[in-house]
DNA sequence: CGCTTGATTGATTTGAGTCAATCCCAGTGG
DNA sequence: CCACTGGGATTGACTCAAATCAATCAAGCG
């Protein structure tokens, strides 16, 4: 079911470069100087494109350093022994993963394509070795590091305080605001992720989410129409999550 | 009912240093040589005990640094805006709190002692540039990011994948393989916290809780007395978590 | 045009929550 | 030293949100 893929070498590739790409403001390179820029677009690898539902690695694979999603998507997750998986992230273009290999260098759960999608590899050996030099770019790797930890305890708190329709309501928000982020609508976009892996991320039965899409439809809050989705109230739909937020 | 607390300097304290710590091998420290390390201890400021229930931080509030329990406990979490608190982590001694406030250099959750509780803050300035360098600083720091994320990783597969027993069964021995670690019994502990903050990591109710661990003593499982557990059947508390552990 | 796979819908069950009433210490003060 | 008290812990009765089981339904594809 998983189909097989292979990195090809960066001279055999077009040339892109993280100056030259739309996602570099919300991407690693985030806030380095043109020249910091150009120092480590130098050992970015950039793998060709994958189909959907490739794996791109999995629990015992060497660490090679981070992911960043160009186009497409990608979900991260794991596995019980039954079967059952709980979906760690999903991460679309713009967005790094692969940092659950940093403990002991082997990748800790399986990262698996949505769709036709391309990323970028940022070596980790590379990247520590420029930042003896680069402040900013240290700066810039804990900044991403502490972003990850944070959307992993704002998923905690779904997943232990949220009732199924908060917890609906409160993705449809994440993947809209990130959406907009890209500069894409809010409020009318396609989901990249099928039925059965938004129920993995929110940690309910695929009928579940079937029945809320359907009465979310009812109360006039969203149109869906199979990976569709178009938001018609967002009052409403902030409404619902407006207690389960957290507080600061 | 959260009480105040202050930091003394560091010159009116008794010498304490991570060379002379018995925690200092399950700590940050761990894997820098003795020249390292001291290099490392002169810059770690070591606050004075605190009471049951203090709050160490709040969101908001900047962030300092990492911190590294030295005895007692503490537990960091969130809460909704109507008052449930989902506990992100419980965290002993040896163990490193605080990454939260990586991201925006404003802790995120909160952080209260669950005990009598000590405590190290390594300040985060120093740290970054003491990793200029000592790149075996970076790549523990590396490491325990790793590690706290795959923790939580862990922790969102309990609370998306797993039934009331299977997380319960699955805290008991989260909690006796770290008082093991520590070279204490891992089958006879104290527990640190209330069944209000085990229900409320646990992402169920106080009452299951309660009724979870009777049938567990039912079973002879386990001898549950207050806060003092006695593992009597490690065999069956793991064979419980058998299906729900990852796969790798 | 069947076939496969994912999505939806309905009927029924159940695990865990909620509500409410004790219970049991630990700490306080007489 | 012992009665009192308040907060956490336990227990029981009842409820309900969401899971499970079981049919369809719909869409994409060879």
Redesign the interface.
Known sequence: MQKNMNHIPLSKQLKISCESCSLSDLCLPRGLSLKEMEELDDHIERPRNFDQNCQIYQ??DKFIGFYAVRSGGVKTY?????G?Q?I?GFHLPGEVFG??????SKQ??YATTLDNTSYCILPYEKL?AL???M?EL??QI??L??????C??????L???QTAHERLATFLLSISSRFKRRGFSATSFMLPMSRHDIA?Y??IAVETVSRLFKSFQEKDIVKINRKQVDILDMGKLNEMV???????
Do not use: F
Not at 152 to 157: A, E, I, K
Not at 242 to 248: F, I, Q, S, Y
């Open positions: 629990p015992g794991l596995t019980k022994k039954t059952e709980q760690l940092l659950d290999g940093l403990e002991n800790r759960c520590d930042c003896e030099t402040p240290r700066h804990c900044h590091l502490g972003h990850e930890m944070n992993d305890h704002s998923h905690l708190l997943l232990g305080q993995g929110l940690g407006a207690n389960c937020e957290e507080t600061d």
